[in-house]
């Protein structure tokens, strides 16, 4: 996932986008990109990233967007997410499906491309940067989010697959710019409505093809180059070397390219075996972390709950370790951005609400597990370099923050010294398949937009693994703030949608109750199973 953001001001830029400009051709072109989207970030962030003061702290409009979608879903749909987990988990084993259901990939697959797109970088740099502004406290709010988080991607991925359209060669295409289109113009069954939805599906289609091919694609291709470099050595190592940048983008950019042109099918194939294995390895590397600590449980434990409640936190006490909590949640696990359901929408089923069942365990996995595992590492492992970002942040007023990755890697390091190089490898495998999944993103928004043609696509392809290069060579400080606010404007497109279609999901959850009770939906026997 993209970069952590705190309201209208920028990140803490990685070191690799931070870095002086390159001599030569290289440095030119930099600057001059970097000359044209430094005002339009300045300004696109201020407006999309907003803050009003609550309580003395600054609290950012877009963040209070995404929360309030979460309590009035919940609210709606009755605690959804705390319901139905055990037809969730029989559903994603694909005892219900059959093989002769539309689609192109299982509940499994598509749950795991999702995921590829939005466990990443957030997981990992995202909650170091949580723990360090907000204290342990902001761990509580961001578990918060993620349980709120899952009745909104509940919601948006059943649409995905309401209104998804099936093309002639048994391709899908679903998402916002499919269900906010047709939706919203049946639902609003006149002109103002076709209008409406049109204009939401437009947005929608043109902040997630510009996210995915600059943040979802550039960013990582970035961040996997600078921490492959940094455990090779830095400027003197095999990495270091005039060239090596172009090279490895090259190779990257093959790679990725390869898997997104063969299509969902391709990359859930991929991200079926990817996603779970670095999950777990990482998972892993956390839970070693905990059990050599295994005595501060109690005292983290009491820290993260007592931390949300009172002014410990250095973004503003207690509201701040909320805000920051929320923020580091949304941006990981992507719940109400509209995003997930493009991948969602090409599941094989009938019943559009049995992806929605799907994909409300898809934040409790990102944020509920993985995110709190982070957190829960770094607070307990208590590192020097920890304690001396949160008093430095603290005395800069946040204006100064350690990288949150080096948060991680210094907790993980203090039990596991060859940690550093654990976390290249999961920083390259978050970042190759997040890449690969906002490839397809971005490919069924260009479609929307330019239609799907050979052509077409094959000209979005050679485009985004284009700038999977760039991305590797160029510092695009000021290109990532512009895409980071560009997928915070999707929210707006997304869940303004999301309020006027909420009824018909209820309908849908309606129907597919009645077939379970009535027997029409049952468990299959595996000879039948898709």
């Known amino acids: 996932m993209s970069p952590p953001h705190d309201g209208a001001t920028s990140p803490p830029v990685p070191d690799a986008l931070a870095a002086p400009s390159q001599p030569g051709l290289l440095g030119a072109v930099e600057d001059a990109i970097n000359s044209v989207f430094d005002p339009v970030a300045s300004t696109l962030s201020s407006i999309v990233f907003f803050e009003v003061s609550l309580f003395g702290a600054a609290f950012p409009l877009i963040v209070a967007w995404l929360v309030l979608a979460g309590v009035i879903f919940t609210l709606y749909f009755g605690f959804i997410q705390f319901r139905s987990w055990s037809l969730a988990i029989t559903i994603v084993l694909g005892k219900y499906t059959r093989k002769d ?30 723990v360090t502004l907000g204290g342990p406290g902001a761990t509580f709010w961001m578990i918060i989010a993620g349980l709120l988080g899952m009745v909104t991607k509940f919601v948006e991925c059943t649409l995905g697959v309401k209104y998804r359209e099936t093309h002639a060669d048994g391709t899908v295409s679903g998402g916002p710019m499919h269900y906010l289109r047709r939706g919203v113009a049946e639902r609003i069954p006149n002109r ?43 400027d003197d190592g095999m990495l270091g070397s005039a060239g090596a940048a172009l090279v490895f983008g090259l190779i990257l950019a093959a790679v990725v390219g390869a898997v997104v042109i063969g299509g969902i099918k391709s990359i859930g194939r991929v991200t079926s075996r990817l996603v779970p294995a670095m999950a777990i390895m990482y998972c892993l590397a956390c839970l070693v972390v905990i059990a050599v600590n295994v005595a501060e449980i109690p005292n983290a434990v009491g820290m993260i709950v007592s931390g949300a409640f009172t002014p410990e936190g250095v973004a503003g006490g ?213």
């Open 101 to 130: 259901e539309p689609g192109e990939v299982s509940h499994f697959q598509a749950l795991t491309s999702a995921m590829s797109g939005t466990v990443g970088l957030g997981n990992i740099a995202g909650v170091g940067l949580a």
């Open 192 to 234: 103002f409505g076709r209008i409406v939805g049109s204009a939401l599906a437009g947005g929608a289609a043109v902040t997630i093809l510009l996210f995915g091919v600059a943040g979802g694609n550039m960013f990582q291709a970035n961040q996997t180059y600078a921490q492959l470099r940094d455990v090779t050595g830095g």
């Open 318 to 530: 207690a509201l701040g370790a909320l805000i920051v909590g929320f923020q580091r949640a949304a941006f990981s696990n992507e719940a109400g951005l509209g995003s997930a359901p493009i991948a969602h929408s090409a599941v094989k089923t009938k019943d559009p609400v049995t992806e929605g069942y799907v994909a409300l365990l898809e934040p409790f996995i990102d944020t509920v597990i993985i995110c709190t595992m982070t957190a829960l590492a770094i607070t307990m492992a208590s590192t020097q370099f920890y304690a001396t970002a949160r008093e430095e942040a603290y005395l800069s007023g946040g204006s100064e923050v350690a990288d949150g990755v080096t948060v991680t890697s210094d907790a993980f390091a203090s039990v596991l010294p060859w940690f550093p190089w654990v976390l290249a490898l999961a920083v390259m495998l978050f970042a190759v398949s997040t890449m690969i999944t906002w490839g397809y993103y971005g490919q069924k928004a260009w479609s929307h937009l330019f239609g799907r043609s050979l052509l077409s696509e094959r000209i979005y392809f050679t485009i985004y693994c284009a700038f999977a290069v760039i991305g590797s060579v160029l510092t695009l400080g000021a290109v990532v703030d512009f895409v980071d606010a560009v997928l915070f404007l999707l929210a707006l497109f997304n869940i303004a949608g999301l309020y006027l279609l909420a009824p018909v999901v209820k309908r849908e959850v309606r129907a597919f109750r009645a077939k379970l009770r009535s027997g029409e939906v049952r468990e299959l026997e595996p000879s039948e199973r898709a």
